[in-house]
T-cell receptor
């Protein structure tokens, strides 16, 4: 069975700082990779996803992630965070079409002014 | 923009009572899911549903749980006899092939079992 690890549970950054959130997965086969964001009081929203092709994927709101197959990693990055990026970020994987998502434990990002 | 809706937003119940959580998936979506998130823990898969039957379920989804699509729009999760440990946020999601593997999530129902 697949599993997902997110190493940072709580990250505090000042506005304009750069962000990198780690995500590693464990699965022997092909996976699809996702980052979801949950703003306070709101539902999970997709930030970006990787299925195949260019391992550097760009998502909404200036976020990007790089799939490094050899490291089983899919880290999320943003060059300059904003206060409005304060949220919980979840990395997730699935193993095929319409299959279940397996989530990491989430990283709470707090951006200070 | 189409969205998944869930009702109620918050449900408080006594231990041993039955609860039904309701979801209206995005119209024309074909696959439906329930996930839950116990406070402070990760989002966990419960069950997926396709073509009016369960396609996959987790070990959490025991005989106390059931799902149903009673009509063309609603997708429900029933917990027959709630336990304290069922207290969690329950998310519904739906998916369609045209959406390239993106599952769309509802806002969740917070279930509190007393």
């Amino acid at each position: 069975a697949q599993s997902v690890s997110q190493h940072n549970h709580h990250v505090i950054l000042s506005e304009a700082a750069s962000l990198e959130l780690g995500c590693n997965y464990s699965y022997g086969g092909t996976v699809n990779l996702f980052w979801y964001v949950q703003y306070p009081g709101q539902h999970l929203q997709l930030l970006l996803k990787y299925f195949s092709g260019d391992p550097l994927v760009k998502g909404i709101k200036g976020f990007e992630a790089e799939f490094i197959k050899s490291k089983f990693s899919f880290n999320l990055r943003k060059p300059s965070v904003q206060w409005s990026d304060t949220a919980e970020y979840f990395c997730a994987v699935d193993t095929g079409t319409a299959s279940k998502l397996t989530f990491g434990t989430g990283t709470r990002l707090q951006v200070t002014l | 923009e189409p969205e998944v809706t869930q009702t109620p937003s918050h449900q408080v119940t006594q231990m041993g009572q039955e609860v039904i959580l309701r979801c209206v998936p995005i119209s024309n979506h074909l696959y439906f899911y329930w996930y839950r998130q116990i406070l402070g823990q990760k989002v966990e898969f419960l069950v997926s549903f396709y073509n009016n039957e369960i396609s996959e379920k987790s070990e959490i989804f025991d005989d106390q749980f059931s799902v149903e699509r009673p009509d063309g729009s609603n997708f429900t999760l029933k917990i027959r006899s709630t336990k304290l440990e069922d207290s969690a946020m329950y998310f519904c999601a739906s998916w369609a092939p045209r959406d390239l593997n993106e599952q769309f999530f509802g806002p969740g129902t917070r279930l509190t079992v007393l």
